[in-house]
């Protein structure tokens, strides 16, 4: 930590620094009067007194304003076990530039959303991300059963995708038990859930975890009651929980007609809604369509807020087909089944891949039944008959033998998109905006 840290924008100690200096500058100048006729000739003999007393006033006030922020600043070093020493201060910088970043909603569950969300966590700090809670499979699965707690495994992926932990600590929430009773389970999803027990609600351990890891923004449930999700097969077949859907599917060799929830009656987190409205844009996916994405588009409300907001609206489409989910799907097929299950057109800008999958990486899914997601030239007309704009381009990379979306650029490209359509008009915001997207392509924060 070096002298410069403290000028930095954002930190908060200039101004009392620098106002403490004009309080000494108002008291020197006050004490000079009492002896230098000059001075005396230009302010009079009745600004001595004043003079002076404006001087210690704001020597006092700032020097107790600034260290009581120097204090803060210190504490937060080095009280938050999840960062070592000086990190925390030196995010506070970062954090001062990506607080005015915009506002981002992100709806959907699994490992889609969780790489989008460490890419739009380097432009902005306003992310909420709105995730399923019908998961009934894994760990999760486990322990809904056994605690009767609402599956907390796609809200562990979240948190710490948007927090800045130690890989180590990362680590140590992703690590699963090789054996006993907790085989499987995720260390994450435990303290999730001594978290709900110490806790007045579901939704109140979340706020805290999310305090915990200082997360860039938040991570809410789209509801905190319990639910269960349904699919109507083609065959008509009914379909009961989330993991058993594409099993079911692909046994019985019937694709997904629509998926519902029950109860009917589905109360919204009214922080979801609060910032659906507020949104500068609200992002749909990646993720599984039919038990990630729609699951929270069906809950009540949640479309009618979409709808109602004033945000630019963006779906993100899969790379790849999931088995007994989307065989075959092309793009448009995925946003057709958006549209016919909200009945609303929530859908403005779809972003989508049009590199072609490496030819060792297409071989290994093929073999797990996935297929890449086609952008058909004859579902052009589709997307103009419902005033969607497909932005194609190359937006994958593989990591580990895996495809995944290529997290840095569609951020990237999805975020000034929306500063150029919703700020173009307000020139002090759009060079706002503009400058955060320029700082962080050159690693200044």
């Known amino acids: 930590m ?27 100048i006050g004490i000079k009067e009492l002896f230098d006729n000059n001075i005396k000739i ?14 210690i006033i704001l020597v006092i006030i700032s020097a ?67 995730v399923t809670v019908a998961d009934d499979g894994g ?5 809904r059963e056994d605690l009767g707690m609402l599956p907390p495994g796609d809200i562990r992926n979240c948190i710490l995708a948007l927090a800045d932990t130690e890989p180590l600590m990362e680590k140590l929430l992703q690590y699963r038990f090789e054996e ?25 351990a979340i706020k805290r975890i999310n305090d915990i890891f200082a997360v860039a923004g938040k991570v809410v449930p789209v509801t905190t009651q319990d639910i269960t999700l349904y699919a109507k097969l083609a065959n008509g077949k009914i379909i009961k929980g989330e993991s058993q859907i594409p099993i079911k599917s692909k046994e019985l ?41 729609l699951p929270n588009l069906i809950v009540e409300d949640i479309t009618k807020m979409i709808e109602k907001s004033s945000a630019v609206k ?36 779809v972003y989508a891949n049009n590199k072609d999958i490496p030819e060792e990486i297409s071989v290994k899914y093929k073999e797990e039944g996935a297929k890449p997601v086609k952008i058909k030239e004859e579902n052009k007309d589709f997307f103009k008959n419902h005033c969607i704009k497909l932005i194609q381009d190359n937006y994958i990379e593989v990591k580990k033998g895996y495809l995944r ?18 700020y173009n008009k307000d020139k002090i915001r759009f060079f706002e905006l503009n400058s955060i997207m320029k700082k962080v392509k050159n690693n200044k924060i």
């Not at 403290?6 to 620094?17: A, E, F, S, T, V």
């Open 2 to 28: 070096n002298i410069f840290f403290w000028l930095k924008p954002g930190i908060k100690i200039k101004r009392w620094i620098i106002l403490v200096l004009f309080g000494i500058t108002l008291i020197t």
């Open 405 to 422: 979306h290529d997290a840095l650029k569609l951020s990237e490209a999805i975020l000034e998109m929306v500063i150029n359509k919703r």
């Open 180 to 204: 006993g009773t907790y085989k499987n389970q995720s260390f994450g999803n435990l303290l999730i859930a001594a978290m709900a027990g110490i806790s007045d609600s579901f939704e109140d």
């Open 42 to 55: 230009i302010l009079g003999d009745e600004y001595i007194i004043p003079s002076i007393m404006a001087g």
């Open 64 to 130: 107790y304003k600034g260290g009581k922020r120097l204090a803060t600043i210190l504490v937060n070093a080095y009280s938050n076990p999840v960062f070592s020493g000086w990190k925390n201060a030196n995010n506070l910088y970062d954090n001062s530039v990506l607080d005015k970043g915009l506002k981002v909603v992100v709806i959907g569950g699994g490992t889609g959303l969780s790489v989008l969300l460490r890419g739009l966590k380097r432009f902005t700090s306003n992310i909420t991300a709105i």
């Open 253 to 293: 060799d019937s694709p997904i007609e629509n998926v519902f929830l029950k109860p009917k009656k589905i109360k919204p987190v009214s922080e979801a809604k609060e910032a659906l409205i507020d949104a500068d844009v609200i992002i749909l996916g990646p993720g599984s369509l039919y038990t990630s994405i």
């Open 139 to 143: 760990g999760s699965g486990k322990l």
């Open 314 to 349: 963006v779906y993100v489409s899969n790379v790849m087909t999931q088995p007994g989910e989307t065989d075959g799907y092309s793009v448009a097929d995925h946003v057709k089944a958006i549209i016919d299950h909200t009945g609303e057109d929530i859908i403005e800008y």
